[in-house]
Each structure stands twice: as C-alpha cells, then as structure tokens.
C-alpha cells in the first residue's frame, strides 16, 4: 500500500503486535495485507492538501450520522491480522465512541486513497482491489501525480465494476447515499521535492 516497503510475515499471531510497535517506533503508518506489514512513506505537503481539502468538504455536505475520519483502518477479509488504514474514511459518527481500533468494512459510505509520488500502477490496481474484497461501496482515488481522479463503484467477486475517471477541476459525483458532488479545482499537482533536490546537491 501506499508506497513501498512489504514484509514477511512474523511468527502466526504476532502480526498487529509487530505493526504496533513498528507505527509507534518510527511513526510511519503501517497496515498488514496479504499477511504481510506494508509500511507507508511520510506524505509530502501536497499529499496533506488533498486529504485536508476533501475532508472540509466533506464535512460540510455528509448526510446527518456520518464523519469523515483520518486514520482510522478497516478490516479486511481472509485474513484476521489484515487491515488497511485509507488516507480519509466515512463512517457512522459512533465510530468515535467505539473501543474497537478497527471499524467494520460494511459501515464504510467512501474511503479515498491520495496517491503519493512513489507508487506504481500494479500498487494502485491491488490497493483499488483490496477495498472491493472488503466490500467498501465507493473508493475514490486521487492522484496529485497526474492530476486525475477515478471513482470505483458495485464492488463485486473482488473487483469494483464501474470506475469513473476525471481529471482536477471536474466534479467527483459522489453516489447515494452520500448524493452529492467533491470539487477538485484546488487540488495540487505534485512536484520535485525541493528537500531531495538539495540532498542530491550536497
């Protein structure tokens, strides 16, 4: 997920143990699929941006019992360790009165995934089917690399059956029950990162 590093499994049982101690070591953002820890790179300023864009606007149009939450993981199927934690997730507001760190798939209305920098498209089209193995109705995909957006709607035999792409300054037409459109005018594109830019002058 999200950017890049996938390791094997530890010993049977010891998997969120492991990620734990991994997210709060280094403060990365870790998740298990497929059995294995899929550590995320920080986000760059920009990755930020899009994830803090939509959650305003979401915020203001969600249907009454609904919130638009940042970290906050899924389970995923198959497997009792797997989870996944998407940059933004709608879920019912009792999910801030839960003492459960993992929020049930099926109460998902939308995750988002915002892209970074470093992933590659077998990544994006695994991630894409993880979410409808899950049975997550509605994903949205934004990608500040190419400045495009694609929606993911029916999930089905582990496939999201309708996807419909945009670019930045169309409209995301989110479907019922949420019903209502995401401006995507001021969502940046991504450049070279000045810091590595220095770091490779040094």
């Known amino acids: 997920m999200k950017g890049a590093w996938a390791y094997p499994r530890p010993r049977p049982g010891k998997l969120r143990e492991v990620a734990e101690t991994i997210e709060g070591v280094t403060g990365l953002r870790v998740q298990i699929v497929g059995g294995k ?20 606007q979401l915020g203001t149009q969600l249907p009454n019992g609904l919130g ?14 797997d989870y996944v934690t ?14 459960d760190w993992l929020a049930a798939p099926e ?15 077998r990544e994006i089209r695994d991630k894409a089917d993880w979410y409808a193995v899950a049975r997550v109705p509605v994903l949205l995909v934004v990608d500040p690399r190419k400045g495009t957006w694609a929606l993911h709607t029916r999930p089905d035999n582990g496939a999201y059956q309708d996807v419909s792409p945009g670019k930045f300054g169309e409209p995301v037409p989110l479907p019922a029950p949420l019903g209502f459109e995401v401006a995507t005018d001021h969502f940046p594109v991504y450049g070279p990162s000045p810091r590595a830019g220095r770091a490779a002058d040094a």
Not at 68 to 81: G, R, V
Request: proline fraction near 8%; charged fraction near 25%.
């Open 86 to 99: 998407p940059d933004l997730i709608v879920l019912p507001l009792e999910w801030t009165e839960d003492d």
């Open 68 to 81: 638009a939450f940042e970290m906050s993981s899924i389970a995923l199927p198959d497997d009792p360790d």
């Open 37 to 56: 820890l899929v550590m995320s790179p920080a986000r760059r300023g920009k990755h930020v941006g899009v994830v803090v864009g939509l959650r305003q």
């Open 107 to 121: 109460d998902a209305a939308l995750a988002v995934e915002v892209i970074s920098s470093s992933e590659k498209s």
